[in-house]
């Protein structure tokens, strides 16, 4: 008899969610897409389109959604406001979740996600950090716990995206969180992935500037920022987010250890071609996170799958999500009081928050 | 209703073929894999274990399996010495066919495979020259035809293979062909592709040698060896061939043109992670074949089942397989006799064979 | 008749001082190295092989070689604590002064000597940031003069060490400054360069931590440190300095500009050999500074010889020794004190020094 | 007392001779260059601005220049034409021989200056092959030597220029001795280091042709061309040689030995910068050989001078300056007749010379 494959509902169908829909209709064989959800009529036409012929249920109302027979699990990749809020009814539902990131923008939401989630271990609840997924990051995670850099010490990493002059990031900056909330709280998980997922922060610096998006002012935000996180154990991360590359995106990470260095994607490529010309000899880059990233997120799909059929741990906890909204709004608060904020050993935040 | 899947068979489950039934079984979704065929028992304890649970008739015998009813297409990663023959069958049976590079080591078996299928033009048949999937050859090929290098002129292609020291390539060129026909053939095939499939050999010439293999002699094969090929055109291709790398494999490509030249992997790396220690700044290598060309193989499969079902085009007319099998195998003639091999204008060979 | 050389001595013939010396000897066609000053005896053994042969009057006292008869110029490769002393005394006999760099590390002391040359505007008076001479940031800095990136707005720089067990950098700890005055003084310079003399710093963050060198807490400094400047026009520069890296010398400088970005040394190496290995494929990494910078010095020598002959103008003003001095000293502070520092759009600095 | 300098003299002022001229002149601290000669008026001119100053002696006859008092040594950088019988009147006047390369195009030719120089052992006579001074290839011979990667087993070499459309190179080509002569003679030469001098050539094959020059058929030459030497001890060398290059200078070397390979300038590069822009990220090339080569020639200039005036061996024998052009002659040979060469394992020839 074939193997029970988990039936898997999608959540929006926007950038990301038709991502994840695909994913789970094509590329994750121990799952099956549903059904999927989307407020949008331009959305559910292009369900109608490509997800309706294959099966699968689509829905106007997500609420609607959750009630069709035999469904194990949701991925969301609705708008960020309502993930917590379907991230939870999917868990009252008794379905597993794997929601896009951020959990919410706000530490607080974030927190009762996590609280329901507690209440119901059997459930693989997950946020969605693809970079975990990720063949290279993966390797390095490797190579590190194998002792080949000593003591991991010094982290550096940066989520840059090509710029796009279309006022699409301004209008984004209303609801994101801020760019350290937006942007790199990929590479704070990566922080808490290669330091330690207990590791405590110390002290927190920011700055930032506006080079290229001046509509940015009205939601305090940047379009270029740097960030320190210091860590009570000797560590030290560093960040640099941006939405200015001419050149298309780069996201770097280098952990520094006491023997040894990693580097992650430090000469980012599209493919294996090298183009000599007059001018030099050219390597192009990916113009979008999905470029660099499009195979992580097929194993992040396959791996849900498997951890909800297997009943198998997922790669990180759900907490994870969490502490790392709320060192990417340490980040974002450091940046736009220009303070740098300061804890003590158990965490406890030393001095009043600056907003 | 769910649109048609095309309606698959895998003949042959060991190296290259299980590979293939994984692919059209899970990352092919416009297809669907049916049934399996292997004469192995060990392979077939695998398909139990892999291919049964999922729907997946196994068989025994070949030609029962073609028997199955709606069957469209079969995918061949038996044996070379049955590639030609489990092709014509297939055809015969009114089946598509993507068959596993060569068709055959002979020219003369190729061609046959070739009069079958153009006898049933209405049927897909391809030899699957992986490289012709893969982004970074496609990538390469784009640009060409945009004219960025201007016209092509000299390429030149390498297949090296990690040394395994098992004794497996030496029992392996028993039949295989030789280098040139087992390895090159894929560089002849982007010669083919990037200077044009109606090129015609003026000269050739090539040179060998055993280096780590001692047993290769028995079978007239080398471990190590390069070829030229001048064509009438004005165009040069030259390729080296190896089993020897302590590194990994290393399969590159430059093509030069009057105004440009394109790599393709000139670098090679298992994937973007750098290590960095006392010896230096160190990035690894894909082990195998498959390691490089893995996405590839899915492109292939997907492609496939596309022309079957949408009746397009395949890239590769099915004789260019024939050409890419006789130009192997007159470097291979070239390389033993120790003979320059000349030719007229339009392909026909000047002087007598030399075998 | 032959062109006049600049008659030059060399103080101080330790570890950088007798490469200034060499280079003046050999390697530097319009000056005439005639005269060497060390007060240490082996520094006078090494002299009296490598140098007097080539009829360079040696000395053990420093007042004693100005008087030297002819002299034009000195180059200052001294302690740093003497530097600023031994430079004016120079200017105060007439003679151009090469210096190496920190002037010193107290930016009052800094000012006294920018004080001295500008007293005396007919003497080249310079502070060797050697980086100012390198073919790839020369190179770097043209093509942002030449438009090539937009308006320059983010700077990430990194010096950073090879790991060296033998305690020499904790002794060094002593009066070195810090290592934001010691190493990344040299990434300010670059700043200062890239973004203009005249920006105005507007705050500065910085943390840092001791992670191999425990010894370091006893002269408060640390082995990894990590700072940010934000400048009032808009622009950002942050800087990590280490002395803890296992596989050599790492000094990595990229410009981001509105419109593009430049990269200085993303992938060190020490020569243009790859080693193909079963570990993979391997690049080696200087293990010190001069290994990086050699020629850059080489450079230095020529170009501030020729500025002496021909009255031209240095590539740049003393003045700029003090300013990055200054602020290594304010990340240093920041570091040390664990506080941002603040400053208005005059430069003046918001609220009290904290040390 | 100061230590003697070499007394060196400069035939030729040129584009390799004044390059020559001004390395004795300045960057070879051991060496004086008190003479120099040249036929030509504008060459006078140059030199007289150049060199006159420094107290170098103007000759427009070079035997007149031979006896100059005190002469040690000759470098010669005139035409190919005349570098024989120069040397060889220069040895018989007792001068050691710096000679540009190639000795003649003329096997017969350089067996004269090489039977002249084994005549008076006690002089230096050096054919430069600059690459022997290059510091990337000596750090991937002693790798080799060090048995890093097994037994040298496959070499690959290629010099290619830049396309120059000024019809130079149809001119040059009149008396050049042919793109194997002239430039796959630095690739036999690295052939002859990394193999053994001893090594026996077995068989030749060569191919070539015009692709952007079409004067260089009236000269029987090509444009591009691609070699093969197989060696009786198993090794095989492959050459690639072109002028068409739209990027720059591209000189690459592989060697690939039984356990291990090294590279050498696979990524060519003029400095460290990277440009990102919306094409991706590039490196720039050198334009020129010199541009590769130029810290080869001035190690070449320095070592010269230490060899004459500490009577220490030079890096290779006069010997290899013959072999390397006796086996670039029969690559021309092999490329303009069509035919294969082959040697019996004396190296005796096989068969009739075919011109």
Chains 1, 2, 3, 4 share one sequence.
């Not at 009252?92 to 939401?109: A, G, I, R, Y």
């Not at 110390?202 to 998006?213: D, L, P, R, T, Y």
């Not at 941006?242 to 599209?270: F, W």
Request: glycine letters at 8%.
């Amino acid at each position: 008899m074939a193997p029970r494959k988990l039936q898997i509902a999608a959540a929006g169908l926007g950038r990301m969610g038709h991502r994840h829909a695909l994913n789970f209709l094509n590329r994750a064989p121990r799952a099956q897409l549903v059904a999927a959800f989307s407020p949008d009529s331009k959305e559910h036409e292009w369900a109608r389109e490509h997800l309706e012929p294959h099966g699968v249920t689509l829905y106007t109302d997500y609420d609607e959604m959750l009630k069709q027979e035999g469904l194990d699990a949701v991925v969301i990749g609705t708008a960020t406001s309502v993930h917590a809020e379907e991230a939870i009814k999917a868990m009252q539902k008794n379905l597993h979740v794997l929601c896009e990131k951020p959990l919410s923008t706000s530490v607080d939401v974030c927190r009762q996600v996590v609280e329901e989630a507690k209440k119901r271990p059997h459930l693989k609840v997950m946020c969605g950090f693809s970079r975990r997924f990720d063949d290279s990051y993966q390797s390095a995670y490797g190579k590190i716990e194998q002792g080949q850099i000593g003591r991991p010490t010094i982290l550096r990493s940066q989520t840059c995206d090509k710029h796009d002059p279309s006022g699409f990031f301004v209008e984004y900056a209303a609801w994101s969180g801020g760019v350290f909330v937006d942007m790199s709280v990929h590479d704070i998980d990566l922080t808490l992935w290669f330091f330690g997922n207990q590791i405590v922060p110390k002290s927190i610096s920011a700055h930032g500037c506006i080079a290229v998006q001046p509509g940015l002012a009205q939601h305090k935000d940047v379009d270029n920022a740097v960030g320190i996180v210091e860590f009570w154990g000797g560590q030290i991360a560093y960040y640099y987010c941006s939405r200015m590359m001419a050149h298309g995106q780069e996201d770097v990470t280098e952990v520094i250890g006491t023997e040894g260095k990693l580097s992650v994607n430090l000469n980012p490529q599209i493919n294996l071609v090298q183009t000599y010309s007059g001018k030099g000899i050219t390597k192009e880059v990916p113009a979008h996170y999905y470029g660099r990233f499009e195979m992580a997120f097929v194993k992040e799909a396959n791996d849900f799958a498997a951890a909800c059929l297997d009943d198998t741990p997922l790669p990180m906890p759900i907490e994870n999500a969490v502490k790392a909204v709320q060192i990417g709004s340490w980040l974002q608060e450091a940046l736009v009081t220009k303070r740098q904020i300061h804890f003590d050993q158990s965490g406890k935040r030393l001095g009043k928050a600056n907003l």
